[in-house]
């Protein structure tokens, strides 16, 4: 779940419109030249910008609950409610669940000391060493 959207996708400004997030490979010269939806809205990259809520909270909350593995890939462990996620998996763990959390990223997040492992470098350098190459 792309929490946080996909920058390779557009979709509507209009959160009443129905259209739904599409690929959009074009380039955007600036916001004159952005494409207009069928409603009428200017289009937007599929993203979320600071103050706008994340994307699938509650099924993202839903699957905390219930993985064995988290693995986070880059993040600054400061940007909430993002950041929060892993504490729900350590509360799980000191709570007696078999759970563990994985960190992935050039450098530690902030919220280091709530991971189970930190394994630092690029994704391309470790995800596939997790897996066996």
Not at 26 to 46: D, I, N, T
Request: one cysteine or more; charged letters at 20%; hydrophobic letters at 40%.
């Amino acid at each position: 779940m792309h929490m946080h959207g996909q920058l390779n996708m557009s979709r509507c400004e209009d959160p009443e419109c129905d259209s739904l997030p599409f690929v959009d490979e074009q380039l955007y010269e600036s916001k004159a030249s952005f494409a207009s939806c069928a409603c009428g809205a200017v289009v937007r990259p599929h993203i979320v910008w600071f103050g706008e809520q994340p994307f699938y909270v509650p099924d993202i909350e839903q699957a905390i609950q219930q993985c064995d593995y988290f693995i986070v890939i880059g993040s600054s462990g400061s940007v909430y409610p993002a950041a929060g996620l892993v504490s729900v998996i350590a509360h799980r763990r000191n709570r007696g669940s078999n759970v563990r959390s994985l960190y992935v990223g050039p450098e530690a997040p902030n919220n280091a000391r709530l991971f189970d492992e930190i394994r630092l470098g690029t994704a391309c350098e470790v995800i596939p060493s997790l897996f066996g190459e």
